[in-house]
């Protein structure tokens, strides 16, 4: 079976892997460079953030993917020779207006999690700055270090016969008698049984010219990178707008704003400003760190955060993965794994009528 994956992030490299690994020929087509867009962007934290406040879809999928995540960091570890620093570091929540809700939401979806003193927030993070509380504590939180995830899906991919051609904007979708049978790009026509579109935000752009297409818009986020001695700080935080994210290496991310900007990818004064603040006012020690970088990406917001996943109901052969909002990476092998399910007419791993468009 040939099939073209349109879009080279984290969601259309697992779903291409998934059905590379199931025997299809796979082709991915990326208008940039595979991975350089939000999957490289954000923070890789494998859980929604406060995510008893997300639908119950968004929580299965992440809920899946993170059982399996482990287990697929080190599988692309030996596949790809990348690393993806998968770290199980915790979660401290530090708004705990929520917490019957938290309680409740952990005990139905199977979760751990603690409600900590100011005391025993110290402890768990001796970093926090002074004006942290109590706090919500999810110990079984993991995170990747997603452009590494991103460099090791590719490598894998690869291993597996797949092909990805970069720099290769698709322009236009060939349909034949109600059914997609390839894409036009600046390269020329390729032909396929299936279509995948894993476009991130630019998926909505892509299927514009459809009768019935996802609501799928970009939502710019703006990050901060700093550079210090690794064991500063050890824990996941969040703050009420804000997080931290610390690297094995010692580097920290602070992020994020949420900007309605259409596509511009530009940076802003301002965001820095605010994101610096939260920065020192959570972690004082940051101070101290050099600032490295600073950066923007294009999430693709979707009216409640839960993605599309599945076939184009009005165009056979056609497949959205896309629409993932600020949780792509936690979601990322479920959706994957659930799209080939729909592709390869296999039980699916989940209900796919949430996911419908």
Not at 34 to 54: E, H, K, M, Q
Not at 85 to 93: A, R
Not at 161 to 172: L, P
């Amino acid at each position: 079976m040939q099939i073209l994956v349109i879009g080279g992030g984290i969601i259309g490299l697992l779903t291409a892997l998934e059905l590379a690994a199931a025997g299809a020929q796979v082709r991915i087509l990326e208008m940039g460079a595979v991975g350089r867009a939000s999957s490289w962007a954000g923070g890789g934290i494998l859980s929604p953030l406060y995510p008893w406040r997300y639908p119950d879809p968004v929580n299965a999928l992440a809920r899946w993917s993170q059982g399996v995540y482990a287990d697929l960091a080190a599988r692309l570890c030996a596949e790809g020779g990348v690393d993806p620093e998968w770290t199980q570091s915790g979660m401290l929540m530090l708004d705990t207006s929520e917490r019957a809700l938290a309680q409740a939401w952990a005990g139905r979806f199977g979760y751990r999690l603690e409600v900590l003193t100011r005391d025993e927030v110290r402890r768990c993070e001796p970093a926090l700055g002074p004006a942290a509380g109590g706090a919500l504590w999810m110990p079984e939180v993991a995170q990747v270090r997603n452009p590494r995830l991103v460099q090791a899906a590719r490598h894998a991919l690869l291993g597996h016969g797949a092909v990805i051609e970069e720099a290769c904007e698709v322009t236009e979708l060939r349909v034949h008698e109600g059914r997609v049978a390839g894409v036009r790009t600046a390269r020329g026509k390729f032909v396929a049984e299936a279509v995948v579109v894993a476009a991130g935000a630019w998926s909505g752009l892509l299927l514009a010219g459809l009768g019935l297409r996802p609501d799928i818009r970009p939502v710019r986020g703006q990050m901060l990178l700093f550079k210090g001695p690794p064991g500063v700080l050890s824990r996941i935080i969040l703050g009420a707008r804000h997080y931290v994210i610390p690297r094995r290496d010692g580097r920290v991310l602070v992020g994020s704003t949420m900007e309605e900007v259409g596509f511009d990818t530009g940076t802003t004064a301002a965001a820095r400003e605010v994101l610096l603040e939260a920065a020192f006012r959570l972690v004082p020690a940051l101070r101290d760190f050099a600032l490295e970088r600073h950066w923007a990406g294009l999430r693709p917001g979707s009216p409640s955060g839960i993605p599309y996943i599945g076939e184009h109901p009005q165009l056979a052969g056609l497949f959205i993965n896309s629409g993932h909002f600020r949780n792509g990476v936690v979601m990322a092998p479920a959706s994957a794994r659930l799209l080939a399910d729909r592709v390869l007419g296999r039980p699916p791993i989940l209900d796919p009528l949430p996911y419908a468009l």
